[in-house]
């Protein structure tokens, strides 16, 4: 049901309005931002995944930079065959992108797996085939929840999610975070997460009339019976609180990238909000897109971001999100 309601929203050829270039290209960044700021490679590492999504890109890029297993979790099979074909037919179009990927001590592993990816196109074989090739492992869990499984043989040395954590129901993605925490990460741990932070019914497939934040006036009543549920399932979580969470796991920031549009700061400096949000500040609130670098050092202890977050790892960028909204309808 939850797959025909968003092909119902989104139309059923979704890979079509794809823009496979840009989609690759930010996924490298994310890597890349990931690899610098955390001092980790990806090389041999174990990836954690959540957030499988239609096309696959990201588990690709992480095959490419030779991660030794990569775990993914979804809530539905969104995965489709030829969705997944596409996007290795895209990756093997952009060599020259794919060359970011690693160092020049690397780039024989990255050859050699480009020549998989190769045979694999090529050979056309089937999704259960490509995910074993790419050393993937591909769970189906309601909330990406990891109790069904057994933990991995060796433990995972990078969390990663685009645009996913939001959407996780606040009290499973707590649980979660926890059950992962005691069985499944390794001692240092590394987290990249990209955030966006408002409500997903703004989404411009679906109400671009809706105040991306206007899901914030809501009591958590209101919000979590009526607004958020099976279908359109969200939290409300603001940046803070998610640096907040990461430090209960004893990670500590290394790159914070906050993106916030001063009009927001001027609405909900205006409005009344709901109780829970009472003693924010509005450019707290105000954060609608968010990167996260964190990790665990087993050695010292986590960088409170109450005390010098500000001045060390991060750095906000203001922008008119109208003016974006605009530049990308005059593109399509």
Known sequence: MNEQLTRLIRGGAIESRVNFEA???????????MQSTCGVRIRNKCILEWGTGWHGIDIILFYLAGAREIYTFDHHGHLSYPNFRKSIQ???????MLKLLGTESESAVHDERIAVLKRVYV?????SELLKAFNVHYLIAPDCSPERFNGPSVKIDIFYSNSVLQRIPESILVTNLQRLNKDWFSSDISFFHKLDLFDANALRHVDQSLWRLHY???SDFTFTKLISGRFNSQNRLRE???IRLFEMLGLSARHIKS???REDVKRIAKHKL??????????ELAVTHSLLAFRRDPLSQPLSCHTDLSRSVREIEY?????VIDRKSNVA
């Open 23 to 33: 989609r690759i290209r930010s996924g490298i960044e994310n890597l890349e931002l």
């Open 90 to 96: 895209q990756c093997l179009e952009h060599p020259d």
């Open 274 to 283: 709901a109780a829970r949000f009472k003693d924010y500040l509005p450019e």
């Open 259 to 261: 993106y916030i549009d």
């Open 319 to 323: 922008y008119d999100y109208q003016t």
């Open 216 to 218: 914030l006036y809501y």
């Open 240 to 242: 803070c609180e998610f």
């Open 123 to 127: 050979d056309k074989a089937p999704n």
